[in-house]
Structures are given as structure tokens and as C-alpha cells.
């Protein structure tokens, strides 16, 4: 039996020209036909080409980065531009901010622009096509990684976003962000303090040499968005940048920074008002001239109860701030109230029985 050395070889021929008429017949598809509309079938075909020019003969990789990597250290003498991505903040919502733990949640939406120039062509080719949009995981993604975030949650999910390719090679993506993240707080004048955050970006694997961000705050910013979550409002939102340098190693970091001031009417009506209240009622009581017998011990009585409730209103106080060195003023409020009522047990043990007591007594 003698076998043909060369059969490989054809069947692979047949498959590949099966493949390449398969490929030709679905490129040649009469989309007026199938749409029933001669405007959207013609669009419908010039994406389809544009669409197979870009990721098929051109053999766009996504996996592969489109940062020049030959830029010159010094940027003076670069030719090539560096690659550049801004980030546009269109959305902030507070959602909790956590004094004890000193982390804060926010919902953000952010605006990422950059260029890819794998990604151009000419309009006019594609019948005046000038964008389209492209699944996200088909593109290749910067890296900007917020610096001090704990945990970074996508609202809506990678497989279902969309990114707008223009025909220069610019692409535009919006993410909606639940971020978790680490600030530091100064609790000192709780609960009438104001806390500030940066929300940070930066990019590791790239030096300045080759790529660069700019964040700015959206033009059209609601600002009814600032009224925060209602424990807290944003007094302001700024955007910054500045170049991070290591031994051998400079990168951008560019962020944005949060005012945020805390409503103090919860803690005013909860712990101010009614503090003020048990003092100010047991000091008419230990002092207030009475005809009974046990006089003493019932002022005592009196103000030991009350510095018992104004230890309660102190647990309160604790569990809304860290253990830290600044104690907060609405604290300080608290036992001054609890030293005044002790105070005044004491000048009751040591001051003498008014007389009308003592004459009940002597009756």
C-alpha cells in the first residue's frame, strides 16, 4: 500500500480555501437585504469592513502595549509623544464614611481618554464611518490603579461595557467605581470637623519618560452631588498632579482631593442637648433647699444617677471615634458636664444641712 506523502498538505490547502470563501461570503453579505433599510445596511457593511481591517488584517493585539518604549530620558529631546491618559471624574457619591476604621466608600464615575494609533483610519474609506464602539475586552486598557484604595468593586461588569474608537486612534471608556479607601482622619473637633482624602492615580510599570496622566473635574459637574450622603457634605473637590520619584525610578501621580465637612445635628440632639440637660437639672437638685430628714442622701443619690446616665452618653462618644491621641471636643463637653455634677456631690457631703432640715430634724 503506498501512501501519499503530500495529503497533508492538501487537506490543509482545502480547509484554508473553504476558510478564505466562508470568511469572503460573510464579508459580502447584503446587509440592505437582511436590515431591510438601505442607510443601515451600507453602515452595517463599512463597520463590518472597518471592523475586519483593524483586528484582522492589521492583526491588532491587545496584549500588546502601544507605549514607545525607545523614548530618550530626557524629555526635551523626544520626538515621539509620550503616551498620555485623562482621566475625567463625572460622578461622586459618599456613601459612608467611617471615623472608627478611618476608610471611606464612594461611588464613583470616572472618564478615561487616550490614543491608540494602531486604531486609525480614514473616514472616507469606510463611507464617512468616523467611530464605533468596541467591546472592552477587545482593546487594549491602560493601567491606572487608584494608589490608596483597600478594595475597588466595578458597578457594572467588564463584559458589558462599551468603549467609543474614533477614526484618530482616540478612545474614550466611562467606569462606574464603588472604591473603598484608606484615609487618614483628625477627630479632634468631632463632631464638628471637616476631613480630607485624595483619591490618587498613578502608573507603575511606566516612567515619566513614556507615559503621563491629567485628571480633571468634568465641566458640567452636578453640584447637587455635594451634599453627600447626609451625615456628610463635600465642601470641594480639586485635581492635582505631581512627578513621584524613586532612586532610578520617576512616575506621574495625579489626584483628586476631597473637602468633606460632617452635619453635627445627630450629636447635638443625642449627646450635646441631653448632657446638657442631666447637668444642668442635677445641679438644681443637689443644691435646691429642702425640709427632708435625709436631705444628703438624697442629693447624693441625685448625682451619683446622673453621672451614671452622662457615662452612657460618654460610651456613645467612644464608639463614633478611633482610639487615637486627639480626644474630641464633644468628649471634653462631656466630662467637663461629668466633673461639674461630681463636684457637686461633693460640696453636698462637705457643706452643712440647711437649717430648715435641721429644725425638721430637732421637731
Request: with cysteine; hydrophobic share 45%.
Amino acid at each position: 500500500m503506498q501512501i501519499n506523502c503530500h495529503l497533508p498538505f492538501q487537506l490543509t490547502l482545502v480547509f484554508t480555501t473553504i476558510f478564505d470563501v466562508t470568511n469572503q461570503q460573510d464579508t459580502t453579505l447584503n446587509w440592505t437585504e437582511i436590515v431591510g433599510n438601505e442607510k443601515l445596511g451600507v453602515f452595517y457593511e463599512n463597520t463590518q469592513r472597518l471592523y475586519l481591517e483593524l483586528f484582522e488584517r492589521r492583526a491588532y493585539k491587545r496584549e500588546l502595549s502601544p507605549i514607545y518604549s525607545l523614548q530618550p530620558q530626557n524629555l526635551t529631546a523626544q520626538e515621539v509623544p509620550r503616551f498620555n491618559v485623562n482621566i475625567t471624574l463625572a460622578y461622586v457619591k459618599v456613601i459612608e464614611l467611617a471615623a472608627q476604621s478611618q476608610e471611606i466608600d464612594q461611588l464613583f464615575e470616572f472618564g478615561f481618554e487616550w490614543t491608540d494609533p494602531r486604531l486609525q483610519w480614514n473616514p472616507d474609506d469606510f463611507g464617512g464611518v468616523s467611530k464605533i464602539w468596541l467591546q472592552m475586552d477587545s482593546i487594549w486598557l491602560p493601567e491606572n490603579s487608584i494608589s490608596n484604595a483597600k478594595a475597588i468593586e466595578e458597578v457594572v461588569p467588564i463584559y458589558q461595557k462599551q468603549i467609543e474608537l474614533g477614526y484618530d486612534g482616540s478612545l474614550y471608556m466611562d467606569r462606574t467605581l464603588y472604591v473603598s479607601l484608606s484615609c487618614s482622619m483628625n477627630l479632634g473637633h468631632f463632631p464638628f470637623d471637616t476631613q480630607t482624602c485624595q483619591v490618587g492615580f498613578d502608573v507603575y510599570n511606566y516612567d515619566i519618560s513614556l507615559a503621563t496622566i491629567d485628571v480633571m473635574i468634568y465641566d458640567d459637574f452636578d453640584q447637587k452631588i455635594l451634599k453627600g450622603n447626609g451625615e456628610w457634605t463635600i465642601l470641594n473637590i480639586s485635581a492635582g498632579k505631581m512627578i513621584t520619584n524613586y532612586s532610578d525610578f520617576a512616575f506621574d501621580y495625579a489626584f483628586y482631593t476631597f473637602v468633606y465637612k460632617r452635619i453635627p445635628n445627630f450629636y447635638i440632639w443625642v449627646i450635646a442637648v441631653p448632657a446638657f440637660l442631666l447637668t444642668f437639672l442635677s445641679i438644681i437638685g443637689l443644691f435646691w433647699v429642702s425640709t427632708s430628714v435625709d436631705e444628703k442622701l438624697l442629693k447624693l443619690s441625685l448625682g451619683l444617677t446622673t453621672m451614671m446616665s452622662m457615662s452612657v452618653l460618654l460610651e456613645l462618644v467612644s464608639n463614633q471615634i478611633p482610639k487615637t491621641s486627639s480626644f474630641p471636643v464633644i468628649g471634653i463637653y462631656v466630662i467637663i458636664d461629668v466633673f461639674v455634677i461630681g463636684a457637686g456631690c461633693v460640696m453636698v457631703v462637705i457643706l452643712p444641712r440647711s437649717r430648715m432640715a435641721t429644725k425638721a430634724k430637732e421637731r
